[in-house]
């Protein structure tokens, strides 16, 4: 009978079966963090390397990242056209995939849309790890407000806007939310792109606590936080969802900017204060 190895996964839901898929990967993590006497900036390939994984390639390839066996260890490429930060990302992530149940069988593994289970905690992973919480929680509450405290904080832990924006709504104290905007057309306009105009549109939400419905590609309204962030304003202001809601957000603090070639808009949403001011 072949004997198949239990990953760590498996190894530690067995010993603690009350943990969730996602609190088991973030132990895992904990421990990955520990043997390495990590400090943020974290050295991700030292990281990877603890896992088996002996190089990072950068190539020219369609996907963020695969991993693959090499000789007798483990080789990840990253997408060279990508920034240093998500690349970082990337390498624990696919650092993650070690972790997890069925990776002594199969070994390779190419990171794409739309995402796995398996991929889900990856990113779970990647975010622990590139982003240790035991560092950037108290990190996050001596921050300043808004995307201001995220730009000082993606500099200290060399990790993108975007997923340390994600970070700071994940472990905020309280509802948190994070936007992502971009110019393009509507679903139902494809293949008439010639004569209809593109415009802002959500791209996708993530939060923290209850929201409000906010349907997928409906565009900003003219004038809005995030079309004035758009244009080059650095928004930080209390306003309202606007049209992006399908019911009323009441009152929120919105900080809002333009980041990337793309032109992509990021706005990190927040219950405004009672007194209406800057929290």
Not at 27 to 55: H, K, Q, Y
Not at 79 to 100: C, K, M, P, W, Y
Not at 201 to 226: E, M, N, T
Not at 239 to 261: E, W
Request: charged fraction near 30%; hydrophobic fraction near 40%; include cysteine.
């Amino acid at each position: 009978m072949k004997n198949i190895q239990l990953s760590l996964f498996e190894q530690l839901s067995r010993v603690e079966p009350a943990l969730s898929d996602e609190d088991v990967v973030r132990r895992l993590c904990e421990d990955l963090l520990d043997e390495s006497d990590a400090r943020p900036p974290v050295n991700a390939t030292l990281l990877a390397s603890l896992r088996g994984i002996a190089r990072v390639e950068r190539r020219l390839q369609p996907w963020a990242g695969v991993l693959a066996p090499d000789g007798d260890g483990l080789v990840v490429g990253v997408r060279a056209t990508d920034g240093v930060e998500r690349q970082r990302f990337t390498i624990l992530h696919e650092a993650g995939h070690t972790l997890l149940p069925g990776f002594a069988e199969s070994r390779q593994y190419r990171c794409d849309r739309p995402k796995s289970r398996d991929e889900e905690l990856c990113d779970i992973a990647a975010s622990e790890l590139l982003l240790p919480r035991r560092f950037f929680l108290p990190d996050l509450r001596d921050a300043p407000p808004g995307l201001d405290g995220v730009e000082e904080l993606a500099s200290v832990y060399r990790a993108s806007i975007e997923a340390t924006a994600l970070r700071a709504v994940d472990l905020d104290a309280g509802r948190a939310m994070l936007l992502v905007l971009r110019v393009t057309h509507k679903p139902s306009e494809r293949g008439h792109e010639d004569t209809c105009e593109p415009k802002l549109r959500l791209s996708w939400a993530h939060g923290k606590g209850q929201w409000p419905y906010l349907p997928k590609a409906k565009s900003a309204d003219d004038g809005s936080p995030f079309m004035r962030a758009h244009d080059g304003e650095l928004v930080d202001e209390v306003g309202t969802l606007g049209d992006l809601a399908g019911g009323d957000s009441g009152r929120v603090m919105i900080s809002a900017r333009r980041y990337g070639n793309d032109g992509r808009v990021l706005a990190l949403v927040r219950p405004a204060p009672a007194s209406g001011g800057t929290p």
